[in-house]
């Protein structure tokens, strides 16, 4: 009976947020069932039992409470627990539903990516993020990639590169027990998308068939030179399975449905068939604004013959997508785990969309040539922080300004590079291009969306960085 739930390990997280619906999700230590309660009092004392979820095994006793029917732009308490008994406190933490869609309105969300923990005093990010919740009202937090590190065995919690669905399992406990990191994921609503390290470092598939995948050669050679075991330096496509039923568990699970998702085989797992054309990507939106979360990961090739990031039912989506919200909702984001407007001249491992320029011009040529305006690329990867803006050739000679905000890492070793080796991108697409800052150091984006005059909405994009000399928070913005 050693398999019974005693306590939630990590949790709780407010997932798949909108305007009339929210996801609650936790991880258990066993079998169990997860009871959620909803209330408009902080103290619960009206709360009504709001759904539960079975605990189970085969999703490493990870589970979610769907809650329909919720009225927008509410503010609700919750508690998520292992008990059918409603719990007793005195304030509870708490959730405000999103505008209808098409509505406008003024928000501020923080964005970030990269965190691999190293110390009991890492977090340093989150609890500056937990500071500014009430002050600048944030309504959300986007994690767009590199949740864990799978891989740096060293940090992982697990002392080998993560091969197995127990290892992730181990790795996700192990990183995301981070304390400040787990009280903001449980006061303020999360949206979260892959990068590599969620797999492996810069990995990617060999062939469209999906038969083969690789990393690096660089990897399997430190991985050789300090005599790590062959499996931890091969990636066969079951670990790939392992991965992905692990990201579903903890960064899947509660988010909006997937546009398309990938098919799933008996056992559960991912089947990663040549003929599966799912991916992990999805929408929502918040008010007038209109966010399409990219998966630049699961579909992507590189090997003799082929060179693929997003997969065609993903482009298929997305540019549908683009001219549904094209007059409808002013401002776009697009969230892309890696960099598009950023280059780098010694980027050798080519993994961010300088080393798809052909998808990336596709991109580029879609908006200019349908007009697109408000657009705005969220990214992460760099463990660097950046605005990039660029000027689309739009019809009739019209300029359309196109932006790049980049913030990582929320924690990682930070790259002195990029702001010394940052080139414009090459395509004909776009003009104009100019790098407003790079900031390298530990940091997260806040970005403002100001539709008080709703015709003409702005968007200011602040990346607050963490001067570590000085242990001081400071801030550069622009727009
Ligand atoms: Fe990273």
Redesign the pocket.
């Known amino acids: 009976m050693n398999n019974i739930a005693h306590r939630l390990i990590l949790g709780p997280i407010i997932g798949g947020l909108s305007h009339q619906s929210v996801n609650l999700w936790a991880r258990a230590d066993g079998e169990g069932t997860l009871h959620a309660f909803l209330g408009q009092q902080p103290d619960l004392s009206d709360a009504q039992p709001a759904g539960t979820s079975p605990l189970q095994a085969e999703n490493g006793f990870a589970g979610v409470v769907p809650i329909r029917n919720l009225q927008p732009e509410t503010t609700y308490y919750y508690a998520l627990t292992l008990s059918p008994d409603l719990p007793q406190g005195e304030r509870f933490p708490s959730f405000t539903t999103f505008p209808p869609p098409g509505e406008p309105r003024s928000f501020n969300f923080v964005f970030g990516?990269?965190f691999?923990p190293t110390t009991e005093h890492s977090g340093q990010a989150f609890r500056a993020i937990i500071r500014r919740l009430e002050t600048d009202d944030l309504r959300f937090l986007l994690m767009i990639?590199?949740q864990i590190?799978a891989d740096q065995w060293k940090y992982n919690g697990i002392g080998k590169v993560a091969t197995t669905l127990e290892d992730y399992r181990a790795v996700y406990a192990h990183v995301w027990s981070n304390p400040p990191l787990r009280d903001l994921l449980s006061r303020l609503p999360a949206f979260m998308i892959l990068?590599?390290?969620e797999v492996d470092d810069d990995w990617h598939w060999l062939d469209s068939e999906r038969q083969w995948a690789d990393i690096p050669i660089l990897d399997k050679f430190i991985r050789w030179i300090e005599g790590r075991p062959p499996q931890e330096r091969q990636l066969p496509p079951q670990r790939v399975r392992y991965a992905l039923q692990a990201y579903w568990e903890h960064q899947g699970m509660h988010a909006p449905p997937m546009l398309h998702p990938p098919r799933l085989n008996r056992g559960g797992l991912y089947t990663l068939e040549t003929k599966d054309t799912g991916s992990l990507a999805y929408t929502f939106t918040f008010g007038a604004a209109a966010f399409f979360v990219m998966d630049t990961r699961t579909m992507r090739v590189r090997g003799r013959g082929a060179q693929t990031m997003l997969g065609e039912e993903q482009w298929a989506a997305l540019e549908e997508w683009l001219l549904n919200v094209k007059d409808t909702y002013p401002i776009k984001f697009l969230v892309t785990s890696s960099a598009l407007l950023f280059t780098m001249f010694v980027d050798v491992a080519r993994d961010r969309w300088s080393g798809y320029p052909r998808e990336r011009d596709r991109l580029l040529h879609f908006l200019a040539a349908n007009g697109i305006e408000g657009v705005y690329l969220l990214a992460?990867?760099l463990?660097s922080a950046h605005a990039v803006s660029a000027e689309l050739y739009g019809p009739n000679q019209k300029a359309i300004p196109l932006w790049e905000f980049c913030a990582?890492?929320f924690e990682?070793n930070p790259n002195w590079l990029s702001r010394f080796t940052y080139i414009p991108i090459l395509s004909g697409a776009v003009h104009h291009q100019r790098k407003h800052f790079c900031v390298s150091a530990i940091n997260y984006g806040l970005v403002r969306v100001d539709f008080s005059e709703p015709h003409a909405p702005r968007v200011r994009f602040e990346i607050h960085y963490l001067d570590e000399r000085k242990g001081e928070w400071k801030m550069r913005a622009v727009g």
Do not use: E, I, L, N
């Open positions: 990516s990269c691999r990639g590199d590190y990068d590599d390290h992460g990867d463990h990582s890492p990682q």
